[in-house]
């Protein structure tokens, strides 16, 4: 039985569109900790503030990868390599 062989692939990376998400992420985390959250231990900001960003993050690459067509991965070429 012969292998098919070993495939590779490039990716596009949207660099400006990656930087854009992650800065708004952390822009509307600071506005809801600054308006919700009142009198806590710093710890428990820093913990809010990265449970926050992560989920907001990890949302707005999933809707503009799939619901707005809108790639921040991008798959460019699949080859061959033997």
Known sequence: M???GIYAMW????????VSLALLCV?????LLGLLVRRRVCHEYVTLFVAISAILFGVGFWL???VFDYPILLERDFFLLR
Not at 11 to 18: A, I, P
Not at 27 to 31: F, H
């Open 64 to 66: 503009l990868q799939t």
């Open 27 to 31: 822009g509307i985390t600071l506005l």
């Open 2 to 4: 012969s292998r098919g």
């Open 11 to 18: 990716t596009m990376v949207d660099v400006r569109l990656l």
